[in-house]
Nanobody, 124 residues
Framework: HVQLVESGGGSVQAGGALTLSCAATGNRASLRCMGWVRQAPGKEREGVAAIGPDGDTAYADSAQGRFTISKDNAKNTLYLQMNSLKPEDTAMYYC???????????????????WGQGTQVTVS
């Protein structure tokens, strides 16, 4: 069993920054690969970024160069630093995890097994 709890969402002006956090507990194998997925109103879920067990990272094209995913293994916490935010980044952001890391396919195919409840990010 895995529990993922996101925090750090909020409202920010365009061009601003936010850092999301995800506290993870549970089966270590299920937490080997972690990522962030977002869903805007009326749209499908979209992968944002993922990080593998060796620290390899992958990003959606929309996040590349603006967002940074990182993980503190000692704290079992995942982060997403978001810079240069745009109104189109407005969405519910979910933390997710799975056992295997598939590089960018992890982001594009949303191959996650466990999901958090989400934290809202609003950019105006």
């Amino acid at each position: 069993h895995v529990q993922l709890v996101e925090s750090g969402g909020g409202s920010v002006q365009a061009g601003g920054a936010l850092t999301l956090s995800c506290a993870a507990t549970g089966n270590r194998a299920s937490l080997r690969c972690m990522g962030w997925v977002r869903q805007a109103p009326g749209k499908e879920r979209e992968g944002v970024a993922a990080i593998g067990p060796d620290g390899d990272t992958a990003y959606a094209d929309s996040a590349q160069g603006r967002f940074t995913i990182s993980k503190d293994n000692a704290k079992n916490t995942l982060y997403l630093q978001m810079n240069s935010l745009k109104p189109e980044d407005t969405a519910m952001y979910y933390c997710a995890s799975t056992e295997r890391y598939y590089g960018k396919d992890t982001v594009t195919d949303l191959v996650f097994d466990w999901w958090g409840q989400g934290t809202q990010v609003t950019v105006s």
